[in-house]
């Protein structure tokens, strides 16, 4: 290899690196939500917050098996040519009153759905249990832009 190909090389990579450093990470852009439903799960979501997203009737049984019957008929009911729903679940038992959505977010092929977990007011007191909880939330289809996410990512922070 020369000396010209070694500059030519070199100049290629110093190019790369700088349109790597000036391209930004995935964009981050908040989708409105509007409450569905939320109460205790008829099925366990595991140890960590989990979500899952319904673009349709068939992939609304996802969450049916997951929520109470009043739930089910509330997702089996939405027209899914111009919303999805978004179903969050985590053993939450008796702190679920203090869990809250704050925001959820379309970062590239994923939806980020982030909770809070608000602190226990002073004075107060609440049970010990742990049992599984739900929420489920309506997006709007157009919201989400195309293709729909792939994957639901839930985070919990403590306030």
Not at 85 to 101: K, P, T
Not at 109 to 138: M, N
Request: proline residues 7%; glycine residues 10%.
């Amino acid at each position: 290899m020369g000396r010209r190909h070694l500059i030519r090389l070199t100049g290629a990579c110093t190019l790369g690196l700088a349109t790597a450093a000036a391209a930004p990470a995935a964009a981050v852009r908040s989708v409105p939500w509007q409450p569905l439903a939320r109460g205790t799960a008829t099925a366990d979501g595991g140890a960590r917050p989990v979500g899952f997203l319904a673009a349709s009737k068939t992939a609304a049984r996802t969450l049916v098996v997951r929520v109470p019957p009043a739930a089910a008929r509330m997702v089996l009911r939405l027209d899914y040519r111009s919303s999805v729903a978004v179903g969050v679940f985590g053993r939450f038992g008796c702190h679920d009153g203090r869990v809250s959505i704050t925001g959820i977010e379309r970062v590239g092929p994923r939806l980020r759905v982030r909770l809070v977990l608000r602190p226990l007011k002073p004075g107060a007191v609440e049970c010990q249990a742990i049992f599984s909880t739900f929420r489920l939330v309506t997006l709007e289809r157009q919201d989400l832009g195309r293709p729909l996410p792939s994957h639901v990512g839930v985070t919990l922070a403590r306030a």
